[in-house]
């Protein structure tokens, strides 16, 4: 093989490894600014609504007692930084690969991962009205969550 035939491979392999990386860029960039990916990383409840299966829940939000003292990150976000976009990534790629495959139900429910944060920020907002009723209460151990009894509190109408 000759010198030149090595350097055009080379050369070839280099041009396509750039040009892979610039369709995957392009691609992934285009996705962000469709998805408005952008504002996931906002507190503004209308970010839950760049998807149109979320308008019930945020529908439901705006007339809840909770809109006026809680956003959608408040109560479905943990509160510390790396929690929270740790949470925020993982169910962004969840999301994104769900919808782009159309495989999720309808209507959308939230997943016990979730669930178990959104009940977590139940209590931390809650704690001192709860503080009596959670003595002696073990997570790990009791199945009396408080959505039992207040299922869509901060949904009114959504299951």
Known sequence: ?????LLSKSTLLSVLAFASLGLVAGLGGFTV??????????????????CHVMTD????????SHRQWATCNDCHMPHDFVGKYTRKA?????HSVKFTTGNFPEPITINRRNK????????????????????????????VRCTDCH???GHLGVG
């Not at 469709?34 to 503004?44: E, L, N, P, Q, T």
């Open 116 to 143: 178990e944060v959104a009940l977590d920020n139940c209590v931390n907002c809650h704690q001192t009205m709860v503080n009596d009723m959670l003595l002696g209460y073990r997570p790990d151990r009791d199945d």
């Open 33 to 50: 600014i469709h998805a408005r990916g952008f504002s996931y990383f906002k507190d503004d409840p209308s970010a839950c609504v760049n």
């Open 57 to 64: 829940q945020y529908d439901s939000w705006t007339h809840s």
């Open 90 to 94: 993982i169910n962004g790629w969840n």
């Open 1 to 5: 093989m000759s010198k030149t035939s």
């Open 151 to 153: 299922g869509n509190v």
